[in-house]
């Protein structure tokens, strides 16, 4: 019997919309063709859904999966390989064979997975391609074939509104988002900020303070959130309404949107990070 082959890499490729799974030699495919559901060859386990990432993470959640422990849970206490995967690479997930060393799992649509997430091969399938040799296992970690690009933050704003203008700062010329909705976090730099409305006392300054960093705070998450679960600005909130509770929808955090004619006259300076998943 020969060597059996050896998953070697699991890496993503340069627009991040393939993990391509590398082996030392050619194999058989395991006996798959064409496109295939990639529960026929990746063995997955709920538990890896919640694996923490490696180092800072900036951007919750910070599972390798991508999920969140919402969603985690939603997906019960046994969910099938075709559930765990579509949660974690995107509805309509696929994978195939571009040679017989090399085979990729093909993003489906909003793809959570990030980088450091586990891939394993079910067991008994990968045979060297021209010998019966014995069956080759798999476990890896996804990673990147060259340091990921950092996000650049591109922003246009006024320097000065008046009493009764909105603020708006826009971001969505910025890139980098590897494929990705940018993660955007709106800060209040407190300590170069100041409100010029001396009727104020200390204390009503520094309350008003308070909720204009609450409120920019709010527009902080993905570029475009549909079910408001993480950017909750006043924009995208919909009101109770019958036997319906409140909640929010279509949310934009690519751009931020305060109402200043709400709180006192001031100086006010905006901080914005943005990061890539």
């Known amino acids: 019997m020969g060597a059996a082959p050896r998953l070697n890499a699991a890496d993503f490729t340069d627009n991040f919309d393939r993990i391509q799974l590398i082996f030392d030699v050619n194999t058989n495919k395991a006996n798959q063709k064409g496109t295939f559901l990639c ?23 910070c599972f390798t999966s991508g999920l969140c422990i919402a969603q985690i849970q939603a997906l019960g206490t046994s969910p099938t390989s075709e559930a765990i995967l579509t949660a974690v ?62 996000p650049v933050a591109l922003l246009s704003a006024p320097s000065q509104i008046g009493a009764c203008d909105k603020f708006a700062i826009d971001g969505a010329p910025s890139s980098g988002g590897l494929g990705r909705a940018l993660y955007f976090s709106w800060i209040l730099d407190v300590g170069q900020s100041r409100i010029t409305d001396d009727t104020l006392t200390p204390i009503q300054k520094g309350s008003s303070m308070d909720k204009v960093a609450a409120a920019m705070a709010d527009f902080s998450g993905p570029a475009y959130d549909a079910s408001g679960s993480v950017c909750q600005n006043l924009n995208c909130f ?28 001031g100086k006010y300076t905006v901080q914005v990070q943005v990061s890539n998943w």
């Open 89 to 150: 690479f995107g509805f309509g997930v696929v994978c195939r064979f571009e040679n017989n060393i090399t085979g990729s799992i093909v993003m489906g649509a909003y793809p959570l997975v990030k980088f450091g997430h586990p891939i394993m091969l079910n067991e008994n399938l990968f045979m060297r391609g021209n010998e019966l040799t014995y069956f080759g296992t798999g476990n890896l970690t996804v990673t990147s074939p060259r340091a990921p690009p950092k």
């Open 238 to 265: 919909v009101a109770a309404k019958n036997s319906t509770p409140a909640y929010y929808k279509d949310c934009y955090c690519n751009s931020l949107g305060i109402p200043f004619k709400e709180y006192p006259a």
């Open 39 to 61: 529960s026929n060859i990746l063995l997955t386990t709920k538990n890896d859904l919640s694996r923490p990432v490696t180092g800072t993470c900036s951007n919750p959640p």
